[in-house]
């Protein structure tokens, strides 16, 4: 099976983080701004950002990722420890911003089965890659806007994300209200972002990362664009309150709010995540949520 892509407006994962909204300038010199994109504009500038950035991402982060590892987030709490989906084997699971699937090989490998959905079809051909130098079975894969999924009402009985589409999303309500319809009911769907008071402090891993610089309650959105205006990174912020609001809105039970701390032993940076910001502000929000 190879690459479907599915042509509806494109959004990219842990397996696409690495920049944040505090971000002062990007390295090939756009500016960084605030201000609105909406969800066309959004969507391309993931698309194309993560078709550039796809094979220097998998070189950077790769060896932290593993081929068939399910971490949350840079603090590395493994879905191996913490089952925040629960039971997995003979499920239908649906990863969103799925990047090089390595979350959907874990889950294959124990009984489930995945399909890993991304806006980059440059991530997904990393999927092909790794699947082709293991010789294991390839990890189905659909190219299609997290958003708009092309999938019939009911499809599955998981759905999660490790860092993937939803900070990218101009409209999380939407979203929300598509994985709930792709969902059978009772399904869980768990999604880890940047902690939502990250957005309040700049995205620096020493001690200037300390201090809080912006408001939390501007969602006003963090753009990167070129010379002529046009957005190349887009990425949307939402409050603890406003992610709780449109979950339920979207007909999700809140089970939990998980605040992974920095474990003593890490010392590897990440971005703006490290041991001195870790262990005093939380880095990241698992939300884990059950559809009515």
Known sequence: MGIVTVATTPHPSLHDLDTSPA???EEDGDDAVRREAGAGESSRASRHWWDRNADEYQDEHGEFLGDDRFTWCPE??????????????????????????????WLAGRGARPVALDISHRQLQHSRRIDLGRGTPPVPVVQADAAVLPFADGSFDLACSAYGAVPFSADTGALMREVHRVLRPGGRWVFSV??????????EPGVEGLTAMSSYFDRTPYVEEDEQGRATYVEHH??????????????FRLVDLVEPEWPAALEQEW???SPLRGRLIPGTAIFVTERG
């Open 23 to 25: 971000q002062v300038e």
């Open 76 to 105: 590395g709490l493994d879905e191996a420890d913490a089952r925040l989906l629960g039971e997995v084997a003979g499920k239908d699971v649906l990863e969103l911003g799925a990047g090089a699937a390595q979350c959907s090989r």
């Open 194 to 203: 940047t902690h939502p008071i990250r957005w309040a402090f700049p995205d």
């Open 238 to 251: 939402r409050t603890l309150g406003d992610r709780v609001r449109e979950l339920v809105a979207a007909g």
């Open 271 to 273: 971005g703006g995540w």
